[in-house]
């Protein structure tokens, strides 16, 4: 008589559905309340576990994953305040329409109604950055909410976080039932817009801007065939400023992005009559500033969807491309960097000289995740010609991304070198990825911008127009006395580091660090 098959708790019976969901990594930072999930991701297979040791990392890290694999990773979370630590990442994550399934620990359905310690709303923190929230309310409940909670990641092609909360009664209850989330339906053709953007983008010529957001900077493809659209008629080709992956370097079409500056994007937009958005949004200043428009399009000029975001985007510029007959255009020839001369300026350490070795040196099919706040913005040009890459930036302007970001960035395209470009502040917000970074021998090379300064915020401070009389205002904007050292840093979390101030030293070590196969962190001194 064959065996029984062993009854499932309720913390089991989600592990086994999110394996079989094709969730197949979870980004942890666990409680008490959490502890029978982690005791079945140890006896039930297909789960791999990551630690972070704050929560910041674990969702940074899952948004990044989400980027690089196209389909989401778990976070376990410790009840409201766990999930609370993780808010910025999640924000940045909802931003970059990334897929992530977050299950959050909760007190057992009978102590909830004492008012223990850790007792929090953490329904209401949910909902502030997810679109989708369930509390299960059984053990028999947990494997068909946990499969309801990975259908909810997805919606068309646009990325979706959800939550669920798992009281710990639920996860230690016997009679748990395990699911399987459904295929997720293909994205659909957004197609009704086409012959109208045809229409005007033949008509106005340059007076048009195509504006891509991720759904069409994300494939190269669809970038080929934006390239197409503008060579064919005429009309200025940009993406957004903020993209959540952009591939770049040689034999892509080196599209330039709208600046981050208020001023700089209204004298790029201006002439501009129209503008036709292949899954992007409306052009709009990341903050307000005295006397200058939140609105960053020309007066007047009218915005046409080609797609939404959750569109099929790439599928809806191919068949724009198609309705205006516009040939494949050759990707521009750009010079591949000697291996024999320096391709660099010779002397200390600029934002532009330190983007010149990146781009002479970065390997092919690296992945680059850009933190580096103000000291990032030059990069463009430079990376025009490095070799072919992927760019990750930090997506709804949440700071701490750079580093997790870089974790999961590594596990979600195993086998590919990953450098971060980091500013000295923003790392401060999740140096605890290194640790994970070193536990987990991931082959993130880490570039620290050590400028000893909110570098961003003293730029903002003539932005909005604040003037600063003293040294307590002074001090706000200095990361100095002391400064971070950021080597010592590195060390401590178990990553080699190295310190450079002159543009051969920067391209040795961002060479042996590649060459390592393992974490490296280089400070820049600027």
């Known amino acids: 008589m064959p065996n029984a098959p062993t009854p499932l708790n309720g913390a089991e019976s989600l592990v086994t559905t999110l394996a079989a969901s094709g969730v197949p990594l979870c980004f942890a930072n666990p409680g008490t309340s959490e502890m029978h999930f982690v005791a079945a991701l140890d006896r039930i297979p297909g789960v791999r576990c990551v630690l972070g040791l704050f929560e910041g990392v674990v969702t940074g890290a899952a948004d990044g994953y989400y980027r690089m694999a196209g389909q989401p990773a778990a976070t376990l979370l410790h009840l409201g305040p766990g999930l609370g630590n993780g808010l910025a990442n999640l924000h940045n994550a909802r931003k970059a329409r990334s897929g992530i399934v977050n299950i ?30 369930r509390s299960s309310a059984s053990a028999a409940d947990v494997g068909a909410d946990g499969a309801a909670a990975v259908q909810a990641t997805r919606d068309g092609a646009e990325g979706r976080i959800a939550t669920l909360l798992l009281p710990a009664d639920t996860a230690w209850g016997a009679g748990g039932q395990a ?29 048009a801007v195509l504006l891509l957001g991720t759904g069409g900077s994300r494939s190269l493809a669809a970038q080929q065939h934006a390239a197409a659209i503008a060579a064919h008629t005429g009309c200025r080709l940009l993406a957004e400023f903020y993209n959540a992956r952009m591939p770049g370097g040689r034999g892509t079409p080196g599209i330039e992005r709208l600046p981050y500056a208020v001023d700089a994007t209204v004298a790029k937009l201006a002439g501009a009559e129209a503008l036709v958005l292949a899954g992007s949004t409306e052009p709009i200043g990341f903050f307000a500033y005295p006397g200058k428009p939140s609105q960053l399009k020309p007066a007047g000029a009218m915005l046409l969807q080609l797609a939404e975001p959750q569109h099929d985007v790439p599928a809806a510029l191919a068949a724009l491309a198609a309705e205006l007959g516009a040939p494949p255009v050759a990707a521009p020839q750009r010079p591949v960097p000697g291996a024999e001369a320096a391709t660099w300026p010779n002397g200390p350490l600029t934002a532009d000289s330190v983007a010149a070795v990146v781009a002479a040196v970065l390997p092919e099919q690296a992945v680059v995740v850009d933190e580096a706040v103000s000291n990032g913005r030059g990069f463009g040009a430079a990376m025009r010609n490095a070799a072919p890459h992927d760019w990750l930036q930090t997506m709804g302007g949440a700071i701490g991304f750079g580093l997790p970001g870089g974790v999961g960035a590594a596990l979600g395209a195993p086998g590919r070198p990953v450098l971060v470009l980091e500013g000295d502040g923003s790392a401060m917000y999740t140096v605890q ?56 840093l590195a060390r401590g979390h ?20 590649f060459a390592s196969g393992g974490p490296m962190l280089i400070e820049a001194l600027l």
């Open 104 to 133: 959050v620990g909760d007190h057992a359905t009978d102590h909830v109604r004492h008012e223990s310690p850790l007792k929090s709303e953490g329904e209401a923190i949910a909902r502030s950055v997810s679109h989708w929230v």
């Open 179 to 207: 699911a399987m989330a459904r295929a997720p339906q293909a994205p659909a053709v957004h197609l009704g817009a086409v012959p109208a953007a045809a229409r005007l983008l033949r008509q106005l010529g340059p007076r």
């Open 433 to 488: 990825a290194l640790w994970t970074m070193a536990r987990e021998s991931l082959p993130v090379v880490v570039l620290v911008f050590a400028n000893r300064a909110y570098r961003i915020l003293q730029g903002e401070l003539q932005g909005v127009g604040a003037q600063i009389s003293g040294q307590k205002a002074e001090a706000m904007l200095s990361l100095g006395n002391p400064s971070l050292d950021w080597v010592a």
């Open 494 to 513: 178990g990553v080699p580091g190295v310190r450079v101030d002159h543009t051969d030293a920067l391209a040795r070590a961002l060479r042996d660090g």
